[in-house]
Every structure is written in structure tokens, then in C-alpha cells.
């Protein structure tokens, strides 16, 4: 996101601001703890704000960056990062390097760096060098509905198109203590799909069974049920998966789970997330 974006966000955090929102119901707006940044495209579904059992999930269905090259943007439609309790579980890789590792600046600028889901190995837009993209992802928003214990949006994007025919369209549902994420794919042909989740380096992972694991930071753990007909794989520290960068020139190995498989399309995948908290 662009510094007028991470504003926005910041002026609303301090109760500077108010962020806007999509919904016929005033009294359910003011009690609803999900808001949206429609001109940005940000979207933050909540639920028990400001306590110890809060869960934050941001989504982004905006535009690239700035202007037509999107110098500092990465190819990010439709991608999340999540807390639960204050913790940090699903997050943004980061930036790492801007020219002294280019391989690892395609890497972190690129969508298998994000927590959405890719086709064919290929980012959603396309790289012509460290602060240039010749082609933008398009996300567009269907549907907004923040409620009072978390909310629905559903939103498309458009990088896949040209190249492969492929349309992305992502609904994410935070109900509670339960976030239900469904990737839809239409378009024709077989593909090879793969869906990433990027953990934060305090996270522990254990795969209870092969489409289930148990991820924990401390006292606060997510149980995540992937896509059956998916191959799940664990990275951490491997070329490229596997890394997180906190601040500019450092890179510490994190965990990445990894759902794929090759689909005839269309096809649908479900992602099912519970959030539990320890006493």
C-alpha cells in the first residue's frame, strides 16, 4: 500500500479519522468492529476489538501502487495478514532489498510472497525490473458487508486473464472466532494452482493430519484446514519459500504452508481457519 493508504489506516487507529463503510444499517455500522478503505481498497474485518481475544484480519483488493509503473508495489490482490490476541500469524513477507539481491527483489515484490494464491508459478503482474511493472492486476470488489462480529468481502482480479484465461475471485468470511477464505478460479484449461500462507517467525507449526495444522503463537493457536485435494508442504529458510524480512537488508527464516495442485478449471478451494485462546 502507498503512504496516503498506510495514513488513512493510521488516522483511524489514533481516532483521527473515520474509515468508510458499506451498509444500510447505521446502528450496525457503529457497532460493527470491520471497516473499509474503499479508494484504497483496504478492508479490515474484526472481531472483539480492543481485548484480549481481538482477531484482526486486513485484506487488500486495491490497486498496485502508485501511478502506471507502481514503483514501490507489490503483486499483493487479494492477500490478508491476520493477529489474533495481539500476535501476529499471517503477515507480509516485507521488502528486503531494492537492487543488491535482484533475485530476491522479484522474490518479495512477487505473489508467491503473499498470503493469496497463484497460478502457473506466475506472478499476478508483470515485472520488467526492481521499480517497474509493466502490467497490473485489477482487483474489483463484489461484495462488502462488514457485520458486528466480523464481516464478508468478495473480490476478483484480473491478472491472470491475458496470459492463462484465469479469473481469481476470493471470498473471505470472519465470523466470530472462524475465518472461511474460498478461492474460486474460472477460466478454461488445467492449471497449476497454489495457495500460500506466510507465518511470522513466533509461530509454531505442528500437521496434525495431512490437510490439517496447528499453528501457535504462545497462547493463541489457529487450527487451519486446507483443500483436500490439495499437497501441502511446509517451507521454512528454502529457495524462495520460507522467509521474512523485518526490516531493509535483513531476511530470518520463517514457516510457509503451501497448498497446490493441478485443477481443470473452474474449481473452487476452501480454506478454513479456527482461532482458539487459552485461558
Same mark, same amino acid.
Given at each position: 500500500?502507498?503512504?496516503?493508504?498506510?495514513?488513512?489506516?493510521?488516522?483511524?487507529?489514533?481516532?483521527?479519522? =473515520?474509515?468508510?463503510?458499506?451498509?444500510?444499517?447505521?446502528?450496525?455500522?457503529?457497532?460493527?468492529?470491520?471497516?473499509?478503505?474503499?479508494?484504497?481498497?483496504?478492508?479490515?474485518?474484526?472481531?472483539?476489538?480492543?481485548?484480549?481475544?481481538?482477531?484482526?484480519?486486513?485484506?487488500?483488493?486495491?490497486?498496485?501502487?502508485?501511478?502506471?509503473?507502481?514503483?514501490?508495489?507489490?503483486?499483493?490482490?487479494?492477500?490478508?495478514?491476520?493477529?489474533?490476541?495481539?500476535?501476529?500469524?499471517?503477515?507480509?513477507?516485507?521488502?528486503?532489498?531494492?537492487?543488491?539481491?535482484?533475485?530476491?527483489?522479484?522474490?518479495?515484490?512477487?505473489?508467491?510472497?503473499?498470503?493469496?494464491?497463484?497460478?502457473?508459478?506466475?506472478?499476478? $503482474?508483470?515485472?520488467?525490473?526492481?521499480?517497474?511493472?509493466?502490467?497490473?492486476?485489477?482487483?474489483?470488489?463484489?461484495?462488502?458487508?462488514?457485520?458486528?462480529?466480523?464481516?464478508? +468481502?468478495?473480490?476478483?482480479?484480473?491478472?491472470?486473464?491475458?496470459?492463462?484465461?484465469?479469473?481469481?475471485?476470493?471470498?473471505?468470511?470472519?465470523?466470530?472466532?472462524?475465518?472461511?477464505? $474460498?478461492?474460486?478460479? $474460472?477460466?478454461?484449461?488445467?492449471?497449476?494452482?497454489?495457495?500460500?500462507?506466510?507465518?511470522?517467525?513466533?509461530? =509454531?507449526?505442528?500437521? =496434525?493430519?495431512?490437510?490439517?495444522?496447528?499453528?501457535?503463537? +504462545?497462547?493463541?493457536?489457529?487450527?487451519?484446514?486446507?483443500?483436500?485435494?490439495?499437497?501441502? =508442504?511446509?517451507?521454512?529458510?528454502?529457495?524462495? +519459500?520460507?522467509?521474512?524480512?523485518?526490516?531493509?537488508?535483513?531476511?530470518?527464516?520463517?514457516?510457509?504452508?503451501?497448498? $497446490?495442485?493441478?485443477?481443470?478449471?473452474?474449481?473452487? +478451494?476452501?480454506?478454513?481457519?479456527?482461532?482458539?485462546?487459552?485461558?
Amino acid at each position: 500500500a502507498s503512504d496516503v493508504y498506510k495514513r488513512q489506516i493510521m488516522a483511524w487507529l489514533l481516532g483521527f479519522g =473515520e474509515p468508510l463503510v458499506v451498509k444500510k444499517d447505521k446502528k450496525m455500522i457503529e457497532r460493527s468492529c470491520s471497516h473499509a478503505w474503499k479508494d484504497a481498497g483496504i478492508y479490515t474485518l474484526a472481531t472483539n476489538r480492543n481485548t484480549g481475544k481481538e482477531i484482526y484480519l486486513l485484506a487488500d483488493a486495491g490497486p498496485q501502487g502508485y501511478l502506471s509503473i507502481a514503483a514501490h508495489g507489490h503483486a499483493d490482490a487479494l492477500s490478508f495478514t491476520l493477529y489474533a490476541g495481539g500476535k501476529p500469524f499471517f503477515i507480509d513477507p516485507g521488502t528486503y532489498s531494492y537492487f543488491s539481491h535482484p533475485e530476491w527483489r522479484r522474490y518479495f515484490t512477487g505473489t508467491r510472497a503473499h498470503n493469496t494464491l497463484v497460478v502457473n508459478r506466475s506472478s499476478q $503482474s508483470i515485472n520488467q525490473g526492481a521499480f517497474l511493472w509493466a502490467r497490473h492486476a485489477r482487483p474489483f470488489v463484489h461484495r462488502w458487508t462488514p457485520e458486528e462480529e466480523g464481516g464478508i +468481502l468478495t473480490a476478483s482480479h484480473n491478472g491472470y486473464q491475458k496470459r492463462y484465461g484465469v479469473t481469481h475471485t476470493r471470498r473471505i468470511q470472519l465470523e466470530r472466532n472462524i475465518v472461511r477464505i $474460498s478461492d474460486k478460479l $474460472s477460466g478454461r484449461g488445467r492449471h497449476q494452482c497454489e495457495l500460500l500462507f506466510h507465518l511470522h517467525p513466533d509461530c =509454531e507449526v505442528v500437521q =496434525e493430519s495431512t490437510h490439517r495444522l496447528k499453528i501457535s503463537n +504462545l497462547n493463541v493457536h489457529i487450527f487451519i484446514n486446507l483443500p483436500e485435494c490439495s499437497e501441502v =508442504e511446509l517451507a521454512r529458510g528454502q529457495t524462495p +519459500l520460507g522467509w521474512y524480512s523485518p526490516r531493509f537488508g535483513v531476511k530470518v527464516p520463517t514457516y510457509t504452508i503451501s497448498a $497446490s495442485g493441478h485443477f481443470s478449471l473452474p474449481v473452487a +478451494l476452501d480454506s478454513i481457519m479456527e482461532v482458539s485462546f487459552e485461558d
